[in-house]
Structures are given as C-alpha cells and as structure tokens.
C-alpha cells in the first residue's frame, strides 16, 4: 500500500467511501500524450488498472472520471469499463464534482479523488480521501492523504481500488471478468 501517517486513520477514511474519482492523463495514464501526424491521440491504459476499477464497480462503490481533456480514446475505455459518470473536456472540475455530489447525493465525506496535477488540487481538497500518484506534482503530493506507491498508468488506480474494497470488507476481485 501506499505511503501514509497513519493507516489506521486511512482504513478509516477508505471505509466511508462510496464514490471513487479519478482523473485521466496522469493518473490512468503516465501522462504522455501520443499523437499521430493526422492528429489521432493514443493513450495508453493498465488493464491492472481496469480491473480495479471493474472490481469496485461490482461492489457497489461508484467511479467517476473528471478529465480536462476530451479524447475518443479516453471515451471508448469508460465504456469498457462500464463508468458512468465521465465528465471530459472539464476545465473547472469542481463544477463536475458539485454535480456528482447533487446527482448521486453524496457527501463529500463519502468521496476519494485521485489526481496528479494543479487542475486536481481544488476538488482534492474538499474530498475525505484526497490520494496522489507517486509521480505527481509536488502541488498534488501536498493536499494528498494518502501517496501511492505506483506511478500514474502504471497500477496507482489499482492500488486505490484495493484499499477501498479492503477497507469494505467487500469481496475480492477473483471471478470477476474485466479484461
């Protein structure tokens, strides 16, 4: 698990959520952007990632994605991965993340977000659970609860999705079909 002051604080907090959001480049992807000569844009996801997210899901906890960029790529993987929420192209994320609190009647209590960046800091800092990838900027390091020990893209989101499903005491993630 990722780096923390006080574990028995941050199972505490993990319990209480029943809304996961995540952003995008940085966090479900390592941040680089891939761009053909005919403007096509390619990222690149982990499927350990995808798994998570597929996992929680089952579980009952939601997933969001706030993205400030839009990207066909980006909207085919939520797709597949059966995420409701997405919201691209958000350059003022709180406007989505007040939105997700009056939809789905949440508390901000009751949420995490996972960034890596500026853009991220503003919702991160009215969430219960604010979590940092391990290479995120160091604005993002400082408002995070919690660091994990993955980089972006590369298991981070994973990482989260398993505390959160420990944390809830919910089942594990044999026997569901993600990939």
């Not at 959160?164 to 044999?174: F, I, R, W």
């Amino acid at each position: 698990m990722g780096a923390t002051a006080n574990s028995e604080l941050l199972e505490t907090l993990a319990a209480s959520i029943k809304l996961l959001i995540l952003d995008v480049d940085g966090v479900l992807t390592d941040g680089r952007l891939w761009m053909g000569d005919d403007g096509a844009e390619y990222k690149t996801f982990n499927v350990k990632d995808g798994h998570g997210i597929k996992a929680l899901i089952a579980t009952g906890t939601d997933v969001a994605v706030i993205t400030g960029r839009r990207s066909a790529a980006v909207d085919r993987r939520m797709g597949e991965l059966g995420v409701r929420h997405y919201y691209a192209g958000q350059h003022d994320k709180i406007a989505a993340f007040n939105e997700l609190l009056q939809t789905l009647v949440l508390k901000p209590s009751q949420i995490a977000y996972v960034g890596d960046d500026e853009p991220d800091v503003p919702v991160m800092q009215r969430v219960a659970l604010p979590v940092a990838v391990a290479d995120a900027h160091e604005s993002a390091k400082k408002v995070a609860g919690w660091i994990t020990l993955a980089n972006g893209g590369a298991g981070a989101v994973r990482e989260v999705c398993d505390l959160l499903m420990t944390a809830n005491q919910t089942p594990g993630t044999a026997g569901i079909n993600t990939e």
